[in-house]
């Protein structure tokens, strides 16, 4: 039914409720999963996935928001410090810009490119250990839910203090998420200028969602950019064990398989897409990329990045 039909690396995956890991696995695996990037909170969840699935799993340890947040450094330095030799490969920051709901108290100037960060990402420069870093959303969350700026701050500064960050650790790898923020058509332009630029990044292409609504919009420009830079870009799903119906893995596969490998045109996606529920929905228009850049993207990159 598809065109690339081998193994699949998902390089955007959580495992939050670890009970639930079995059934995940049995629906990844119908949909050609064989091996994933998968982010973990606690080192009990981390342990107990290791040993069903010695294999199966590249891990990012997740960095505590609250201590980055209130620049509580010598803690997460020491944290790192000790991260491979318990046997993660990388390692994750989350600045999605509701985190200010989250934590109120943080300081209101807070930035990712404050210098009293430094020693965090030295550290993790010295370690050799990446850093998948989610920074932004997406345009339309902007939009519907951080219109108080004065609160959550614009996507602009968010992807300067991004890009800042990048370029003062050139030796670090950064996976940045979601197309790093950036799969809106307007912002293309930008993010191939990054990657032409910065040789430490890497993308993915987690929520398929966000991918199948805005790449669907120019065939032509979104295409030309995949094929650009087929050797930078991880598919990625962000599913979780955290539900666990059938419906929700189909749907998101199914969304960026039509999207990476069909001509479709104006297909509904699969699931609902809250972001354009009242605007007339979420349509996938397909890039039909060829399969040698199918093969990169599903699994030669990751592999090639994190199984060395
Ligand atoms: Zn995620």
């Keep these: ?9 998902d390089a955007h995956t959580h495992i939050g409720n670890p009970k639930n890991l079995e059934e995940m696995i049995m629906f990844e695996d119908e949909f050609g999963i064989t091996a994933q990037l998968a982010i973990v909170h606690t080192k009990e969840v981390f342990l107990d996935a290791r040993n069903k699935y010695p294999d199966r799993f590249v891990f990012a340890k997740y960095l505590f928001l609250n201590d980055i947040a209130h ?15 318990e046997g993660y490969v990388l390692t994750k920051m989350w ?4 985190w200010r709901d989250y934590y109120e108290n943080a300081p209101k100037d807070f930035r990712i490119d404050d210098t009293r960060l430094e020693p965090v990402f030295q550290a993790l420069e010295d370690n050799s250990l990446p850093l998948l870093i989610h920074v932004g959303d997406p345009d339309t969350y902007y939009k519907l839910h951080y219109a108080d700026t004065d609160k959550y701050g614009t996507k602009e500064d968010h992807l300067a203090q991004l890009k800042n960050v990048i370029e003062r650790y050139d030796r670090l790898l950064f996976q940045l998420p979601h197309f790093a923020s950036q799969p809106e058509i307007h912002r293309l332009s930008n993010l191939s200028t990054w990657l032409n630029q910065y040789s430490n990044v890497i993308i993915d292409t987690a929520s398929s969602r966000w991918m199948a609504r805005e790449l669907s919009k120019d065939v032509k420009d979104a295409r030309e950019f995949l094929m650009r830079h087929s050797d930078r870009i991880l598919f990625g799903t962000d599913l979780s064990t955290d539900r666990t119906d059938r419906d929700y893995f189909q749907g998101r596969y199914h969304a960026q398989r039509v999207l990476w490998e069909t001509r479709a045109q104006h297909t509904p996606l699969p699931f609902e897409d809250a972001d354009t529920r009242d605007s007339g929905g979420t349509f996938i228009n397909g890039l039909d990329l060829p399969l040698s850049v199918l093969r990169k ?3 030669d990159n990751a592999v090639r990045i994190y199984r060395t």
């Design 71 to 85: 620049f509580e450094t010598d803690k997460i330095v020491d944290d790192i410090y000790r991260t491979k030799d």
């Design 95 to 98: 600045f999605g810009p509701r």
């Design 1 to 9: 039914m598809w065109k690339y039909n081998g193994p699949i690396f």
């Design 297 to 299: 993207l599903y699994w």
